[in-house]
């Protein structure tokens, strides 16, 4: 089940995650808000600078006989803000009027004159100052060389104030709300693994004897119920090699224990006779000798079996050339069809060759015979055949008589007939046992590699 570690951990990343955000978010606002400030204030002094020159415009032209600096003491008289702070200046640099002291309104002239801008800032007393420079006429107006330029600034220490403020509270606000979003995450997490812890129980409670157990299903399709399929997916793989591992144990007991204990009864046979008789002594080791090597052959069927049901996948780089095959697996078989009473024969035999594992299509070949052999009842020989089909596809064909009446078709499911069909499979090819009239054929199909001249 999930740890309170898991649950902490989960809530930490959401923690750390929230906080990062909030930082970017602080660090976007207190942007935002410092260029919207500067971008009102830029306009307010624009506003500010051209209404006193429009001011100053107007009191010479309504008293155009008067000099610029009456005109420009009149305006700063009937100048409706007095908190605004500017100066108006000949083109010279001297000052006609200005709001503040003489000193500071000359520090904003040289500053306004050495600027390269409209708008400039000055630093004063600790604080900055904004200012933007408005320039008046600068052609002759009704007759009169009015030429003069405004300066208006305002400081930024309200901005900076506001600034400092919203930093203030986002340092006090920030430890908080990282608390309560470690807190929310440690609850959201427990909530949401919840699912899990609950699987894990399911999954303890699971019996290792009782592989048909499943998991209850979510009927969702997040990661939990994902998950809980898998696992019951797999439980069903587990279940289906089980099954399989105790058919291959009975098998296996099964088709060993008649050899074996042939092969015990007559040691114990021998044991309990009375005085030695060379004759029966070799008559009873040629019986167990035939039961070893019924037993062997049996031994490794078993293990190609098993190899079949583990999903081997055997090497297949060898170019087979099936008459010669043929021709090498009939003489092998020639003692063991004689002491079933059979005869081997050779039918239509086709050059032709395939790419696979020779051992295994000696094998699969050498079970056909011993098959044809060992379940013949009619009259006749166990023939085998390699017929080409088409331009990619030949097939042996094993075929044994049946007792002079139809034969049955049948796919085979013994021991033998398995491992046929598993070693056609891995080749790309089929196996098929059908009825032919009287007789009784078996087809091992396979792709070709080219025909040999």
């Known amino acids: 089940m999930p740890s309170n570690g898991l649950r902490l951990r989960l809530a930490g990343g959401f923690a750390l995650a929230f ?7 602080a660090t976007v606002a207190l942007g935002y808000l410092r260029r919207e400030s500067h971008r009102r204030l830029d306009a307010q002094l624009v506003a500010l600078a051209s209404g006193v020159g429009d001011a100053m415009l107007r009191e010479l032209r309504e008293t155009p006989d008067s000099s610029m600096s009456y005109a420009a003491h009149e305006v700063l008289v009937e100048w409706p803000t007095p908190s605004d702070r500017w100066v108006i200046v000949r083109p010279d640099g ?3 009027s200005a709001t503040d002291s003489a000193a500071l309104a000359t520090r904003m002239v040289d500053a306004a004159r050495r600027a390269t801008a409209r708008r400039f800032s000055v630093d004063h007393d600790g604080s900055t100052l904004e200012a933007v420079a408005f320039a008046g006429p600068t052609a002759p107006v009704d007759g009169h060389d009015w030429r003069y ?3 208006a600034w305002r400081s930024t220490e309200a901005i900076e104030q506001d600034a400092r403020l919203l930093a203030s509270s986002l340092a006090v606000a920030a430890p908080l709300l990282i608390l309560f979003s470690l807190g929310a995450g440690y609850l959201m997490a427990t909530r949401a693994l919840r699912p899990a812890r609950e699987l894990g129980q399911a999954i303890a409670a699971l019996s ?3 592989l048909s157990q499943r998991l209850p299903g979510s009927g969702s399709d997040d990661e939990i119920g994902t998950l809980a399929r898998e696992f019951n997916a797999l439980l069903d793989r587990l279940e289906h090699a089980q099954e399989r591992n105790q058919r291959f144990v009975r098998e296996a007991a099964h088709q060993i224990r008649t050899p074996l204990t042939l092969v015990l009864g007559e040691a114990d046979v021998e ?4 005085a030695p008789d060379p004759e029966r002594t070799r008559a009873a080791l040629q019986r167990i000798q035939t039961a070893a090597n019924v037993m062997r052959h049996r031994v490794d069927d078993l293990m190609l079996l098993a190899e079949a049901q583990a999903g081997s996948k055997p090497r297949l780089e060898e170019v087979v050339e099936l008459d010669g095959l ?5 003489d092998l078989m020639r003692a063991r069809a004689a002491s079933a009473g059979r005869a081997l024969a050779l039918g239509e035999i086709a050059p032709v060759a395939v790419r696979g594992n020779a051992q295994l299509l000696r094998e699969a070949l050498l079970e056909l015979l011993e098959n044809g052999c060992r379940h013949a009842t009619g009259a006749g020989s166990v023939t085998t055949e390699v017929v080409v089909h088409g331009e990619d596809r030949a097939a042996i064909c094993v075929s044994s008589p049946q007792d002079g009446t139809e034969a049955k078709e049948s796919t085979g499911s013994g021991l033998g007939t398995r491992i046929v069909q598993w070693i056609a499979a891995v080749h790309g090819g089929t196996f098929d046992v059908q009825a032919k009239g009287a007789l009784h054929l078996a087809t091992l199909s ?3 590699v080219a025909p040999i001249d």
């Open 19 to 25: 906080g990062i955000g909030l930082a970017l978010l």
């Open 94 to 96: 001297a000052a006609l």
């Open 149 to 151: 330029d405004v300066v």
């Open 208 to 210: 290792p004897d009782a």
């Open 271 to 274: 044991q309990q006779r009375g």
């Open 326 to 330: 043929v021709l090498e697996c009939t």
């Open 446 to 448: 396979l792709p070709t």
